[in-house]
Each structure stands twice: as structure tokens, then as C-alpha cells.
């Protein structure tokens, strides 16, 4: 019964994993055979502009991404968890960009963030400098980041929710008699008990980020000069150019940083569980 | 925690406006490239902008049509969509079925190491897989690379969906299965009439992120793509985006095509999307 399973995950998962990490070894066009080359991939690219480039960039996509979205979801789902009406309504609007793919989210908003674009035309009635975006070295990335949290936060909004709906009145009852002010009862009482879901927030938030790659290819191609290029966007661009060898140690490196934190995360979990 | 805002009246409108801003911020994007689908190409950056198209034209739609076969793109959408679900939601039940309830050797350590692979980003397997796709392809023309083959199989299991179902599959009582047992039913037998039907809303969850994780699928569709005959429907609206950076009317219908049905049936099924999608959050 599981042998369906076991041989796809051997075929689709395990022989890719190992491969994936022989190749980073050699230098590989796809053609021919891999030439056994040690560790020359990995010192390369650590000294390689472009991939140096795009490893910093996705800290940032991801810093800027994780500093950004759950407090904005956190925040909503605080405003959604009051009694109002229309509670599905809203709940709804803020979760329609999660169904969405990436790329109908990022194609919109390069509409919106054109030179043209609704966003300027907004600017510029407040009387408010406008920008070409996503021209612009140093805007780009900030303007990708903007269209990710835009698309996840309602994720982080809805699991809040849920949470924060299984929290016992009876604590919020206790710190009331304790005379907490509304703040202080979210910082006692709410921040707390929700411990393990802010830690699963940022565990898929985080893991997911460090992929980023669907929006890039729509709004700005990884440009300009490498402002958006991120790790997977650059193992695509190596691969494009029949480097595989190269490819493969980029896809390693993620994978390790991945597995760093992972490993970190886990351990603070631990404890913190404790 | 609830009344504290709600009893004051000032609070409680500052609240209705927070909520409402937000939502328009939500909602705005998808009404705006709406409308831009119905505008002529000379109205779409129009200043100031037209929020209500007029005049208003399906010329836009019927240039989509024509620059690609959009069609196509949403059938095969539809085909490589059905076929991971139902693969998923079949395989990965049976092997979670087998983590769950049975017993055989190495059981434990075999979950240990697929739970493992939950760490590897697909990126890392995506050169491989290729490699696997072209070889696949040059052994039989009909599947590997540029084939439904190459679309489907790599996602036919999913580890975080056997480790859903495990979960779920853990809280139905041995002693059910026990007396089925003794009463003579074969393991097959027992999978048919007790534990599919008690599995069901799992099976549902597991098939909503399935769902919405291939038909939203990007860049593996993108590689493993070269004709319009496999291409789905966000490889071909990227190509679309790509295409045609001066009318983007055309693309805005585009993207209206490729988002309005997902976005309906989401409306629909609301509560069973949001409960698929955040499955595991609550024990996580």
C-alpha cells in the first residue's frame, strides 16, 4: 500500500536530491558527461558579483517580507476578531490574493505600478513624487516585496483568526478584573497563547520566501542590473545557460540555508515549548 | 476580548473604517484590472483614471483569444489539475493508511525519512527532474518533457499530504478496524467500506491544497513546457504579460480569464478553501 508512494518519492524526490548534489561537484553542460570538479562550483559563486547579488536580495526579500506580513495579518485578524458584521465578507476579501496565482497577483500589480499606472496617478492627485517602480534599482525590490505581502497576509490573517478564536475568555475575563488595558491584554494574554502558531506563521513564511521566484519573472525579470534577482531566479538563469554544475551548487546552497533554519527554528520550538 | 471595542461607539467606527480600507486595498486590484479589461487600449492609463470603462469594449477578450490559445491553456489547466488531485488524494491516503495502521518492519524510520525530505525545497530536485523529463522523453515520445507526463508526475505524491492523513487517519479507533478484521474483511475491504468514509473531510482538505497548489504552479510548468499543446494557463499568461507590454487591456482580460473562475469557486467553497489551506495550523 505505501509502495506507490515509496517508489515516486524514490524516483521524484531521492535520486533528484542526490544527483542535485553530484552534480554541484562537476561541471555539467547537460550534454556529455559531468566533470568531477570538487568544491570549484561553490568557490565560485561565493565570489561569482551576480550570485552574490541575488543571495543578498533574498535576505532582503525575505527580512522585508517576514518584518511586513504576519504583523499585518496579526493585526487584521485583531480587527476581525472584534464582533463585527460582514465578518465572512471581510475574511473573504482578504484571503481572495491567496487563492490567486503569483502570476495573475504580479501582473496586476505591474499594471498598477506603471509608469501610468493607477498607483502614480494616486501620487500625484496628493500631489506626492511619483516613481518608475519597477525601473528603478532601488525601488524594485521594495515594489516586489509590496505585491508578495499584499498577496500572502491574508493566509496569516485566517490562521490568527482561528487562533485567536480558540483562546479562553476566561483569561481575558481574569486580566479584565486585573484592570489590563486593551494593549496590555494582547500583550499578556493574546501574544502568549499563540505561541506556537506565530512560530508556524514564520516557519512556512520564511521557507516560502526564500523561493521567490514567480513574481520576479513577471515584473521585472530579475532587473534592473540584478536589483531583483533572487537565489531560485539565478538557478534558473545558470541553468538557462547550460550550467549545471553551477545550478545544482545554487540549489544546494538554498537547500543548506533552508536546513539551517530549520534546524534553528526546531530548536528554539523546543525550548520554547517547554 | 470581543466587547471591549464593540461597546464604544467611536471605537466601533474606527474599526468598520479599518475594515473597509483594508478591504478596498484587497478588492481594489482585482475591480481595477476588471475594468481595464473592458477599456480600449487608448483608456488604459488614461488621466484621470477611468474607474468605470466607458466606452466599454470585449475587444480585449477577443484579442486573447486570438494572440493564444487560451482555451487551451485552461483545458490543460483543468487535465494536469484532476490528475495530480486524484493521484494525491489516492496514494497519498493509502500510504498514510499504511503509517497510521499497520504494522510492518522499518515502518517508523521509513516515515522518519520521507518527513525529512519536507526540508527540500523543490528547486534543488527541479535540474534532475528535468533531466528526468528529457531522458523519459527520448525513451518514449509520448511522455517526458513537453508531455501532460512531465506536468503530472512529479507531484503524483505530495510527503505533507501522507503526513496530513497519517494525522488524520490516527484518531479512527483500532478497535473498528479490529472487529472488521475479525469478521473476516481483507485489508482492501476495510480501506472501501470504514476508513475512506471516516477519512473523507480529510480527503477534501487534501484535495482543496492539492488543487490549488498545481493549478497555481509556475515554474515547473514553465521548463518543462515549449508548445501551447501542454502549456497551462499561468505559463501562458506569463507569455501573454511577456508578449504584449504595450496593450495591456489584452492582458488584463487575461488575467480576468485566468483568475475569475478560481476566484468564483473559491467564493463558493469559502469555509472548506480556508480550512484546506491552513490545514495543520492549528496542531503545528
Redesign the interface.
Known sequence: ??A???I??G???????V??GY?SLTEYS?LGKPEWVGLTNYTHLFRDAEFRKALLNTFLFVVLGMGIGPVLGFL?AL??????RFR?????????????????VA??????L?D???IN?ILS?FELPTRSWLSNTTTALPAVVVTSV?QGF??ET??FL??LQ??P?EL?DAAKVDGAS?WQ?VRNV?LPSLR??I???Y?IGI?GS??V??QI??MTGGGPINSTRTL?FD??ER?NQLD?GQ??AV??V??AI??LL?YVQIFIFERGGR | MTTVVARRPLRRTLLYIALFITSLLMIGPFYWALATSFKPSADVFASPPKFIPSPWTLENYRDVFTLLPFQRYFFNSVIVTSAIVGLNVVFDTAAAYAFAKLRFPGRDFVFFLLLVTLMVPFQVNLIPLYRIMVALHRFNPHLGVDTYSALILPGMIQVFGIFLMRQFLRSIPDEILESARVDGAGEFMILRKIVVPLAAPGMATLAIFTFLGAWNDFLWPLLVTNTDAVRTLPVGLALLARKNTVNWGDTMAGTALAAGPMILVFLVLQRRFIEGLTAGSLKG
Open positions: 500500500m505505501v506507490p508512494a515509496l515516486a518519492a524516483v521524484f524526490l531521492y535520486v533528484p536530491i544527483f542535485s552534480w547537460g487584521s480587527l476581525l476578531n472584534n464582533a463585527v465572512g465578507f471581510f475574511r473573504a476579501a482578504y484571503f481572495v490574493p491567496v487563492m490567486t496565482s503569483l502570476v495573475v501582473t496586476i500589480w505591474k499594471v498598477l506603471n501610468q499606472g493607477l496617478q492627485f499584499w491574508g493566509f485566517v490562521v482561528a487562533a480558540g483562546i475568555r481575558y486593551y491584554q493574546t506556537s502558531t512560530m508556524f506563521v516557519i521557507i526564500f523561493q521566484y514567480d519573472y513577471v531560485v538557478l534558473v541553468f549545471l545550478a545544482s540549489a544546494y538554498l537547500l533552508l536546513a530549520s
